[in-house]
C-alpha cells in the first residue's frame, strides 16, 4: 500500500502569509493526488485534483505543485476562511490513501 | 447542481451490522466513482472503499476486507455501505463522496456510534 507522510502535522500562521503544506509519497503515483480543505463539522471539499489543477470555483490563492514524490500545496496571502485542517489524497492506486493531515490554526 | 444526502445518524451494538444510504441528485450517475470515507473523533480522513457502476467495480481498504460492502441502486441513485462485525473502533462519521477527473461531491456525512 502506498504511504501518504504530510508535514507539517499543525502550522500556525497569520492572514496574510504563505504558507506550504507537503506530503510525500511512499512510492511513484504520477500526478495523482488531490488537496482537500476540511472545517469542524463539515466534510472535505476538494481545492486541487491531478496535482497542480485547481477545482472550479477554488481561489487562485491555493495552488500545488510536484517534484517526484513530493507534492506541495501551497496557500498565498492567508484568509480567515483558510484556517481549518488539510488533506493529502493520492488515488493513483488502491487502496487510496489520505495523509495524516495539517491544522493550519491561527 | 449535483447534491449528496446521506441517511441520518445510528447507534449500533458490537457485533451488529450497519447500513448507510447515500442519494445523488443531478450528475450521470454511472459516470462516477463513489466513494467512502471515514474519520474517528478527532482522527484522519480514512478511505474505505469505493465502486465504479459503470465497469461494475468494488475496491476495498484490505482492514476491511469481508466486513464491507459497497452497492448501489441505479434507479434511485443510491449507494450504500454495509458494514458488519461493528466493534467500538467503528464510531466515526461515514462519508461518501462522488467524484470524476474535474468533480468531486460529498455528502453531510453519518455519525455511526457503536456502543453496548
Known amino acids: 500500500d502506498i504511504q501518504m507522510t504530510q508535514s507539517p502535522s499543525s502550522l500556525s500562521a497569520s492572514v496574510g502569509d504563505t504558507v506550504t503544506i507537503t506530503c510525500r509519497a511512499s512510492?511513484?503515483?504520477?500526478?495523482?493526488l488531490a488537496w482537500y480543505l476540511q472545517k469542524p463539522g463539515t466534510a472535505p471539499e476538494r481545492l486541487i485534483y491531478?496535482?497542480?489543477s485547481l477545482q472550479s470555483g477554488v481561489p487562485s490563492r491555493f495552488s500545488g505543485s510536484v517534484s517526484g514524490t513530493e507534492f506541495t500545496l501551497t496557500i498565498s496571502s492567508l484568509q480567515p476562511e483558510d484556517f481549518a485542517t488539510y488533506y493529502c489524497?493520492?488515488?493513483?492506486?488502491?487502496?487510496?490513501?489520505f495523509g495524516q493531515g495539517t491544522r493550519l490554526q491561527l | 447542481q449535483v447534491q449528496l444526502v446521506q441517511s441520518g445518524s445510528e447507534v449500533k451494538k458490537p457485533g451488529s451490522s450497519v447500513k448507510v444510504s447515500c442519494k445523488a441528485s443531478?450528475?450521470?450517475?454511472?459516470?462516477?466513482?463513489f466513494n467512502w470515507v471515514r474519520q474517528a473523533p478527532g482522527q484522519a480522513l480514512e478511505w474505505m472503499g469505493d465502486?465504479?457502476?459503470?465497469?461494475?467495480?468494488?475496491h476495498y481498504k484490505q482492514k476491511f476486507q469481508g466486513r464491507l460492502k459497497i452497492t448501489t441502486d441505479e434507479s434511485s441513485k443510491t449507494v450504500y455501505m454495509d458494514l458488519s462485525s461493528l466493534r467500538s473502533e467503528d464510531t466515526a462519521v461515514y462519508y461518501c463522496?462522488?467524484?470524476?477527473?474535474?468533480?468531486?461531491?460529498w455528502g453531510q456525512g453519518t455519525l455511526v456510534t457503536v456502543s453496548s
Open positions: 489524497l493520492q488515488y493513483d492506486s488502491y487502496p487510496h490513501s
Open positions: 512510492q511513484g503515483i504520477t500526478t495523482n
Open positions: 465502486i465504479l457502476p459503470k465497469f461494475a467495480m468494488e
Open positions: 443531478g450528475g450521470t450517475f454511472s459516470t462516477y466513482a
Open positions: 463522496a462522488m467524484t470524476s477527473y474535474f468533480s468531486d461531491f
Open positions: 491531478a496535482a497542480s
